[in-house]
């Protein structure tokens, strides 16, 4: 029979690839402002990353086991920062696509999707910091 308890922990890699590396090359856009395909790649990035985080949230909550005690609590951290993170990089794919479509060079949204898009990256690190803490400190499989 095939385990479905495998979903989770086998995608929750690209979405912390694909945001860090994301917000790395938008980093390296704002310091080396000649080369477009560092914002472009930025923004594939963001987006692709967004559509991984939101599998990998679904398959935590469809595939992974309700805990209890101090695994619980650490389970709970996980999800309450996987929920902050898939809202950031929803909102920051948001605001860039719709920078994208009216073509728009507004600096200030510009760094409001940098400022978004740096915590979505932040937020993704304590997301897999906290899974990673429930499967090597309680041997849970997420």
């Not at 949230?57 to 101090?70: E, P, Y």
Request: proline share 3%.
């Amino acid at each position: 029979m095939f385990d479905t308890s495998h979903f989770h922990p086998m995608l929750v890699h690209f979405p912390i690839a694909l945001v860090v590396f994301g917000f790395l090359a938008d980093l390296a856009n704002l310091l080396f402002r000649k080369e477009p395909c560092l914002s472009k790649t930025g923004f594939y990035l963001l987006i692709v990353g967004t559509l991984t985080a939101l599998v990998a949230w679904l398959t935590g909550i469809l595939f992974t086991a309700d805990l209890s005690g101090s695994a619980g609590d650490v389970k709970e951290t996980h999800e309450l920062f996987a929920w902050l993170t898939l809202g950031t990089l929803i909102v920051t794919s948001v605001i860039r696509i719709l920078m994208l479509y009216r073509k728009s060079e507004n600096a200030r949204l510009q760094w409001i999707a940098f400022i978004l898009y740096a915590l979505a990256m932040i937020f993704v690190s304590i997301t897999g910091y906290y899974g990673g803490t429930l499967v090597y400190n309680y041997m849970m499989p997420l």
